[in-house]
T-cell receptor, first 115, second 110 residues
């Protein structure tokens, strides 16, 4: 079991460019969560998706950020027109089901640096 | 909403015992998780408490008091490799979202 796979592990972008972060959940997991972590801070929830549906995007900025989890392929977190404040580690986590002891398995993260 | 409070940093000596406290205020509650995160790595699951009391798992134990909105993680026989951040995370009422505290950075010294 390969676990939660995220790529790229490191991404450098200039202000105004687009960043695309990918997440392949664990085999058998259909629930995906994206979290953002600023240096020396905790994990902040961004968005929760199931296949082809956004369940909760209350933590995601209204502008420039979008997420999808298509029927086939990985979940993608897209940040348009990046700014320096977007520099952070973006963690994806997946789970088999949303209820009960919802143990999230995290990927290794994608570290975005905006120059 | 959710409000989670845990100390920012703690220091302890190898071989000792340390207790990391977490208080929370949530609009709904369905259990509480503790995760460990080494610098630059992914958080990894440590424990889950849904009922009051102490859950013991090897050198690590976790306690929950739902009426007080309080949990702690107890680490015994500390090892250098236990130096990491420890994240407290209550689960919401629907059971589909974890909200993380800022984490407690534990430094274990020889």
């Amino acid at each position: 079991n390969a676990g939660v796979m995220q790529n790229p592990r490191h991404l450098v972008r200039r202000r105004g460019q687009e960043a695309r972060l990918r997440c392949s959940p664990m085999k058998g997991h259909s629930h995906v969560y994206w979290y953002r972590q600023l240096p020396e801070e905790g994990l902040k929830f961004m968005v929760y998706l199931q296949k082809e549906n956004i369940i909760d995007e209350s933590g995601m900025p209204k502008e420039r950020f979008s997420a999808e989890f298509p029927k086939e392929g990985p979940s993608i977190l897209r940040i348009q027109q990046v700014v320096r404040g977007d520099s952070a580690a973006y963690f994806c986590a997946s789970s088999r089901s949303p209820s009960g002891a919802n143990v999230l398995t995290f990927g290794a993260g994608s570290r975005l640096t905006v120059l | 909403g959710q409000n989670i409070d845990q100390p920012t940093e703690m220091t302890a000596t190898e071989g000792a015992i340390v207790q990391i406290n977490c208080t929370y205020q949530t609009s709904g509650f369905n259990g509480l998780f503790w995760y460990q995160q080494h610098a630059g790595e992914a958080p990894t699951f440590l424990s889950y408490n849904v009922l009051d009391g102490l859950e013991e798992k090897g050198r690590f134990s976790s306690f929950l008091s739902r009426s007080k909105g309080y949990s702690y993680l107890l680490l015994k026989e500390l090892q250098m490799k236990d130096s990491a951040s420890y994240l407290c995370a209550p689960l919401n009422n629907a059971g589909n979202m974890l909200t993380f505290g800022g984490g407690t950075r534990l430094m274990v010294k020889p």
